[in-house]
C-alpha cells in the first residue's frame, strides 16, 4: 500500500456512556459499537469550533479527513427507558428505550491536512476544545487525551481497528463474537446520508486478522480508514 506524506493525529477519547444512534432505527434507539465516521467529523469539527449552521465547511475541510477508531474496551451495552417531554405544548410524555455503551474507550486516528488540521493538532496538544466534545448525544459527554502525531508505515496483518468489511476478507476464528455493522460514511450540507459501508469489529476488543493489505501501522497501531 502506498504510504501518504500526511501526518495522523491520534487521541484517546472515553466516558462512562456513549449512544452513537442508528438513525433507521424506529421506536427503539440502538447504538453502533463504535463512533461512525460522521460523528467522528462531527466531534473533531465541534472541537473545532465549527458549528451546525457552517455544516459545508465541516463537509469541506474536516469531511474529506481519513479516520480510524481502535476500540479498546469490550463492547458492553445497556438499554434504559427515557421520558422525553415537549417544551412548547402539554403533550403526554414520551417514553423511549434507549441503547447505551457502558464504559467505553477509543483511539481515534486523524489524517489530513491544511488549516484546520494544524489548528486541532495544537488544541489537542494543549488538551484544549471550543465545544465540549460528548459521545455520540450530549448528555454522554467525554474526555479526550492526547496521545501523538505521527508517519504511516508498513502493517502486520493484525488490524486492532475496526475494519471496513467491503474492503476485507475476515477469517472467522473458534470462539470468537464478530459484531457487523453497516454505517454512513458521510453526510452531506443538508445532512443527508452518503455512501455507506459494512464495518466489522470484536466484541472482546481484540485485533482482527485479515487477508489484504488495505491497512497501515500508525504509531505502533495495525489500522484501516473507515
Known amino acids: 500500500m502506498t504510504m501518504s506524506p500526511e501526518k495522523v493525529l491520534v487521541f484517546d477519547l472515553w466516558g462512562p456512556y456513549a449512544h452513537f444512534r442508528k438513525h433507521y ?57 427515557i421520558n422525553y417531554t415537549s417544551t412548547s405544548s402539554r403533550a403526554a410524555r414520551i417514553q423511549i428505550v434507549m441503547e447505551f455503551l457502558r464504559d467505553p474507550r477509543y483511539r481515534i486516528f486523524v489524517k489530513g491536512s491544511g488549516p484546520h488540521f494544524e489548528q486541532l493538532s495544537h488544541q489537542l496538544q494543549r488538551h484544549e476544545a471550543v465545544f465540549t466534545p460528548y459521545m455520540g448525544i450530549t448528555e454522554c459527554i467525554g474526555a479526550f487525551s492526547y496521545v501523538g502525531e505521527f508517519a504511516e508505515e508498513g502493517a502486520g496483518q493484525n488490524v486492532e481497528s475496526v475494519v471496513h ?62
Open 25 to 81: 432505527t424506529t421506536t427503539t434507539s440502538n447504538t453502533f459499537s463504535f463512533p461512525p465516521r460522521p460523528a467522528l467529523i462531527g466531534l473533531v469539527g465541534g472541537m473545532l469550533g465549527i458549528e451546525k449552521r457552517d455544516r459545508a465547511v465541516l463537509c469541506a475541510s474536516v469531511g474529506t479527513w481519513e479516520m480510524a477508531v481502535i476500540v479498546r474496551a469490550p463492547i458492553r451495552r445497556m438499554r434504559e427507558t
Open 165 to 226: 468489511g467491503d474492503l476485507t476478507t475476515v477469517p472467522l476464528e473458534p470462539g470468537v463474537t464478530y459484531l457487523t455493522e453497516r454505517a454512513a460514511r458521510s453526510i452531506d450540507a443538508t445532512r443527508a446520508p452518503g455512501d455507506y459501508a459494512t464495518y466489522v469489529v470484536r466484541r472482546d476488543a481484540q485485533p482482527i486478522k485479515t487477508t489484504n493489505e488495505a491497512y497501515v501501522s500508525v504509531g505502533g497501531h495495525t489500522i484501516q480508514y473507515l
